[in-house]
């Protein structure tokens, strides 16, 4: 082999091992994640989980689209309050391999004061 060949195929390994190591440095992220919201759904009370499926169900009766925001909005009004909302993402996703919901590529504005404007997924309900 040349040695213009040999720089060739260092330089695809090299690139290659380049991309396995964002693609671990990515699944980790996710995995911590995952982890971050298991951890928050299982710190709330089991009356809070199960007043939050019932708002999601009902929500999905009335509604074709759906956030975690109108689902935390509905729990509040009934004065249904969890320390750390990140379990309500728990929630939806257990919806959606549920069959209840399922993601789109839409996201909108968070209307809640204490959110910063931060964006919410979209959910559209399954029927």
């Known amino acids: ?8 195929k260092w330089i695809r390994a090299k690139r290659k091992a380049e991309a396995i190591d964002q693609q671990s440095i990515f699944d980790q992220t996710m995995k911590e994640k995952t982890l971050g919201i298991e951890a928050s759904y299982r710190n ?5 989980r199960e007043e939050a499926g019932q708002a999601l169900q009902v929500l999905a009766r009335l509604q074709t689209y759906i956030t975690s925001e109108d689902v935390i909005t509905l729990l509040e009004k009934k004065g249904v309050v969890t320390s750390n909302n990140k379990a309500m993402g728990a929630v939806m996703v257990s919806a959606h391999r ?3 919901i399922k993601p789109t590529n839409e996201w909108r504005t968070s209307k809640l004061k204490r959110r910063h404007h931060a964006p919410v997924r979209v959910w559209q309900v399954v029927k």
């Open 1 to 8: 082999m040349t040695e213009m060949t040999l720089n060739r």
């Open 44 to 48: 709330t009370s089991s009356y809070w």
């Open 98 to 100: 549920s069959g209840l």
